[in-house]
């Protein structure tokens, strides 16, 4: 029974290039989250989709930045026209029913952003 | 806006000592908090939560004790072991909101 499967694990980007990072949640969840850590920080929440819908996009920078989840295949984070303060580890995390509550979240082991 | 805090980025305890981790936060309508743990190069695991409505929850050597008079809560570890060295991050009930983290060391 995988886990949440983030690839790829090491992304390098040059500036203005494009950046997508791709997440499979864990078998039978439905909702999939997006997070983001830059250096010497928490994380941030970016984005909580269910299938084919966007729910809470409240942490998603404004410009450049899209997210996908369809009705087959994984998410998408989508990072158009990188630039260097991009580069930070971005995590996606799954569960099978919505936020809150006090069931934790299940997490990939991230993909590493690197803007050159 | 910093829903949740943890103002100790780090901590060294002793093996077999008790780790005491803490956070505080604004906003008093979440109905649960998460603490998770962290490794180098791994994806957040969930430790432990607890909910709004109790002051105490203990799973095994983890505690998590609220008081919500002062809007804290902390995480105890007992007796703390060396494979507990990682980052900890306490996290609001909607899962939106994740402290800067505190990095514990147990030193053998």
């Known amino acids: 029974n995988a886990g949440v499967m983030q690839n790829p694990r090491h992304l390098v980007r040059r500036r203005g290039q494009e950046a997508r990072l791709r997440c499979s949640p864990m078998?039978?969840?439905?909702?999939v989250y997006w997070y983001r850590q830059l250096p010497e920080e928490g994380l941030k929440f970016m984005v909580y989709l269910q299938k084919e819908n966007i729910i809470d996009e409240s942490g998603m920078p404004k410009e450049r930045f899209s997210a996908e989840f369809p009705k087959e295949g994984p998410s998408i984070l989508r990072i158009q026209q990188v630039v260097r303060g991009d580069s930070a580890a971005y995590f996606c995390?799954?569960?099978?029913?919505?936020?809150?509550?006090?069931?934790?979240?299940?997490f990939g082991s991230g993909t590493r952003l690197t803007v050159v | 806006d910093q829903q949740v805090k943890q103002n100790s980025p780090s901590l060294s305890v002793q093996e077999g000592r008790i780790s005491i981790l803490n956070c505080d936060y604004t906003?008093?309508?979440?109905?649960?908090f998460l603490w998770y743990k962290k490794y180098p190069a791994e994806g957040p695991t969930f430790l432990i939560s607890?909910?709004?409505?109790?002051d105490k929850n203990e799973d095994g050597r983890f505690t998590v004790f609220l008081n919500k008079s002062a809007k804290h809560l902390s995480l105890h570890i007992v007796p703390s072991q060396p494979g507990d060295s990682a980052v900890y991050f306490c996290?609001?009930?909607?899962?939106?909101?994740f402290g800067t983290g505190t990095s514990l060391t147990v030193i053998p």
């Open positions: 996290v609001s009930g909607n899962q939106f909101y």
């Open positions: 906003n008093s309508m979440f109905d649960y």
């Open positions: 078998k039978g969840h439905s909702h």
């Open positions: 995390a799954s569960s099978p029913t919505g936020t809150g509550g006090k069931y934790g979240y299940t």
């Open positions: 607890i909910s709004s409505i109790k």
